[in-house]
């Protein structure tokens, strides 16, 4: 139905800047809302940042706020993750997500997901 492709993870020193990639194709039109999540080894996978396409809201979990940011551009099905000031504690894999309605901060309740792409912030 939707597939969602993630690029532009890496390895990154601490306090550089790295912007993600997340690019949808197929019935794209059904996707109101999309976002990232992010997934560290041995914790849960965690809300990252969200954008409702109609409104053009954004939300940002709290470990992110303030450092992170989320846009979107629905022209060319395309949402980005700008990534500044970024800690060891940033590394995981970073989710790319889609979902036809819902705004949530449970990953499960999401519809469709990326492959994933690995950020490693350095120290």
């Known amino acids: 139905q939707v597939q969602l492709v993630e690029s532009g993870g890496g390895l990154v020193q601490a306090g550089g800047s790295r912007r993600l990639s997340c690019a949808a194709s197929?019935?794209?039109?059904?996707?109101?809302?999309m976002g990232w999540f992010r997934q560290a080894p041995g914790k849960e996978r965690e809300f990252v940042a969200g954008?409702?396409?109609?409104?053009?809201?954004?939300y940002y979990g709290d470990s992110v706020k303030g450092r992170f940011t989320i846009s979107g551009d629905n022209a060319k099905n395309t949402v980005y993750l700008q990534m500044n000031n970024l800690k060891p504690e940033d590394t995981a894999v970073y989710y790319c997500?889609?979902?036809?309605?819902?705004?949530?901060?449970?990953?499960?309740?999401?519809?469709?997901w990326g492959q994933g792409t690995q950020v490693t912030v350095s120290s």
């Open positions: 954008i409702r396409w109609s409104a053009g809201s954004t």
């Open positions: 997500a889609a979902d036809r309605r819902m705004m949530s901060l449970q990953a499960p309740t999401w519809d469709y």
């Open positions: 197929g019935r794209t039109f059904t996707t109101a809302v």
